[in-house]
């Protein structure tokens, strides 16, 4: 009966948890540049963000899985050649990649642990070709868009779930180039996608297809030829007649954003010049009905933008984001978590000595757009070798569990232990140790059952790890 009531009162900790909105930022230091395509929610409550990884040994693409505090389950450089754009999670648990090496079009499907099951290549037309947005259909089969060379053309693919094309489908604009960007599907079954087109002027374009890839309708709207530009970063619908379209504005005087609603024939029903931003990168529909978007602002330093907006364009929140102060910050994705909050997927300079070098930098914030300080974890199969935290045995435990650490050199470091709110409820090692491997003890028996953590700080590393109490 006392098991039972422990493993009950557990779950109902579990519960109450998970009903909470997580918010916090994290830096991933890396010893190599890192490029960030663009992060998710995972069925398990988790995270995985999609990065390339730029140099010699440790190269290519990598997948970082999270919990949903945060902290690093795995990392894992599943291919060492392709450059990542973007990642979905399949109704099957799949991971789908989609990317670019040499000239080709690159689908990678991975299970959920990042195993490769497949790897495909493409080419349209014979000309390089080069994948940017994918998305999983709720039948299994996957869509891609993306542009060819010589001449610069729109695309878009339809495939099953093993990565044989079903219909490929080309369009053109008024203009000279053709850039696709992103796309969504509508209830009744249509596929829009917007990007840019470039010519003697730079404008959004959108298109409209069937589910067997007939394109109905492609237009270009925006420029009026006197030195203003604009395109299309994201298209989210918001019923079966409209869609909301932002992307870059910018003029002689200013580089902004647009905020644009359309309706189902592509005629443009406002377009809004959101202040105060210089670039709109990503946006997400949201469940109250409202759409955030992820962008940039230049100030001192360049800052991550948070916008939440109506759909008539009324802005309700912003908020801007900068992970120490001084470094650049660039946003790529936003993405509407469990808890109605969002994921925020970038990267930062922060941490490394030149404006060159690249870290993922990650914001959780609440439905408001609101996240506390940033902390910086460093990715741990990249650490200096002997810099360890080990995972404590025996977990879960009762009473007392061991805890070891090994130092590759002589360091100032704290190993303190925290609960799921984040409050510090005690310091197990604080002060100047000497190279070699530690064990501590850790007594739980003040402490109820539920979820704890533990940290190993070195300098500006931590690495942090979780444990769990059953009485």
């Known amino acids: 009966m006392k098991i039972f009531l422990n493993i009950f009162f557990l779950l109902i900790i579990v519960v109450s948890v998970e009903a909470q909105p997580l918010t916090w930022q994290r830096v991933y230091s890396s010893p190599l540049p890192e490029s960030v395509g663009n992060g998710i929610q995972t069925f398990d409550g988790g995270y995985v963000v999609l990065a390339t990884r730029f140099g010699s040994v440790g190269a290519g693409l990598l997948l970082l899985k999270l919990d949903r505090f945060g902290n690093e389950e795995w990392s894992k450089i599943v291919d060492s050649t392709v450059i990542g754009f973007r990642i979905r999670q399949c109704d099957d648990s799949s991971l789908i990649i ?23 290549f493409f080419h349209i037309n014979n000309q390089y070709t080069l994948f940017r947005s994918v998305r999983c259909l709720s039948n299994g089969n996957l869509v891609i868009c993306g542009s060819t060379s010589f001449p610069r053309i729109g695309f878009l693919i339809m495939m099953n779930s093993s990565g044989d094309s079903i219909w490929q489908s080309t369009f053109t604009s008024s203009e000279w180039e053709t850039y696709p960007e992103d796309f969504c599907k509508s209830d009744d079954n249509f596929i829009y996608l917007t990007g840019s087109t470039e010519g003697s002027r730079i404008k959004t374009i959108i298109a409209k297809f069937s589910l067997n890839g007939d394109l109905i309708w492609s237009k270009d709207f925006g420029s009026n030829g006197e030195g203003d530009k604009q395109g299309g970063a994201a298209i989210v619908p918001i019923s079966n007649q409209e869609l909301l379209i932002t992307g870059l504005y910018s003029d002689f005087y200013s580089t902004e954003a647009h905020f644009t609603k359309i309706d189902s ?207």
Request: proline letters at 2%; aromatic letters at 10%; charged letters at 15%.
């Open 98 to 120: 989609s990317g670019n090496l040499a000239g080709n079009g690159v689908l990678i499907k991975t299970n959920k642990t990042g195993d490769i099951i497949w790897r495909k």
């Open 265 to 471: 024939s592509g005629n443009v029903i406002f377009q809004n010049v959101l202040p105060q931003t210089n670039s709109s990168r990503s946006m997400v529909g949201t469940t109250k009905g409202n759409f955030a978007i992820a962008g940039g602002l230049g100030t001192s330093s360049d800052d991550i933008l948070f916008i939440l907006i109506n759909e008539n364009g009324d802005i309700l929140n912003r908020k801007l984001f900068n992970s120490s102060g001084i470094e650049s910050d660039y946003s790529s994705s936003i993405f509407e978590t469990s808890d109605n909050g969002f994921l925020i997927t970038g990267y930062t300079t922060y941490l490394q000595s030149t404006q060159i070098d690249q870290n993922i930098y990650l914001i959780k914030t609440d439905s408001l757009g609101n996240a506390p300080t940033v902390n910086t974890n460093i990715i741990e199969n990249q650490l200096p070798a002997g810099f360890k935290l080990y995972q404590n045995y025996p977990n879960p435990f009762n009473s007392s569990t061991i805890i070891n650490f090994e130092l590759n050199k002589s360091s100032l470091i704290k190993l303190e232990v925290y609960d799921i709110t984040g409050k510090i409820i005690n310091i197990l090692a604080n002060g100047f140790f000497t190279e070699g491997k530690y064990s501590v003890s850790f007594s739980s028996n003040k402490l109820s059952s539920g979820i704890y953590y533990y940290k190993l700080i070195n300098n500006n590393l931590s690495i942090t790890k979780k444990m769990m109490i059953i009485r």
